[in-house]
């Protein structure tokens, strides 16, 4: 069964330091890809970035980059430079088959 | 238009009644999805349409929950009976016939159960 873990209920960053948010997968499919989304209050769904399973290079997308590691099945979520509208809940997900997965999320706090 | 469109944006509706729910894909887009997404929870996945095909529709939570779509264009998710439980934000997303596209989500509805 496909599975997606995000074990950080809650991060807090510096604004302009860097952040690293978890996401751990399963899933027995040799073929699918990993989403990341962020979601402001209010409540619409943001792309940030995409990895395929194929891939050979680490996905990135302006201050956003996806630190793949196939075998240990991590595809962390890498924010350069934060900034105060980073401020949300980030959702890993996973497509395989005919589903896609979400994690439960990670709650990003920026600082001023 | 531009985006996924759904409606209503919100629907208060009373225990025992059913509703329905609707999802305007962005044109083009022949994958659809529906997910509900409870207060202060993540995304549960519901059912994928590929064209008007729903391979898979095992994500939905009971038999009172059914969604159809309409070739590659709209879709609707029926809740039958409504219960409480059934109170949360029903998101639908689209995404373009080829793999890795990035889901494109709507605004969502919001469904209140009394």
């Known amino acids: 069964a496909q599975k997606i873990t995000q074990t950080q209920p809650g991060m807090f960053v510096q604004e302009k330091e860097a952040v690293t948010l978890d996401c751990t997968y399963d899933t027995s499919d040799p073929s699918y890809g990993l989403f990341w989304y962020k979601q402001p209050s209010s409540g619409e769904m943001i792309f940030l970035i995409y990895?395929?399973?194929?891939?050979?290079q680490n996905a990135t997308e302006g201050r956003y980059s996806l630190n793949f590691q196939k075998a240990r099945k991590s595809a962390n979520l890498v924010i350069s430079a934060s900034q105060l509208g980073d401020s949300a809940m980030y959702f890993c997900?996973?497509?395989?088959?005919?589903?896609?997965?979400f994690g439960a999320g990670t709650r990003l706090f920026v600082k001023a | 238009g531009a985006g996924v469109s759904q409606s209503p944006s919100n629907k208060v509706t009373e225990k025992g009644k059913d509703v329905e729910l609707r999802c305007d894909p962005i044109s083009g887009h022949t994958a659809l999805y529906w997910y509900r997404q409870r207060l202060g929870q993540g995304l549960e996945f519901l059912i994928y349409f590929q064209g008007n095909s729903a391979p898979d529709k095992s994500g939905l939570p009971s038999d009172r929950f059914s969604a159809e779509r309409t070739g590659e264009s709209v879709s609707t998710l029926t809740i039958q009976r409504t219960q409480q439980e059934d109170s949360a934000v029903y998101l639908c997303a689209s995404s373009a016939p080829f793999w890795g596209q990035p889901q494109h989500f709507g605004d969502g509805t919001r469904l209140s159960i009394l």
């Open positions: 990895q395929g399973s194929y891939d050979q």
């Open positions: 997900a996973m497509i395989g088959g005919f589903k896609t997965i």
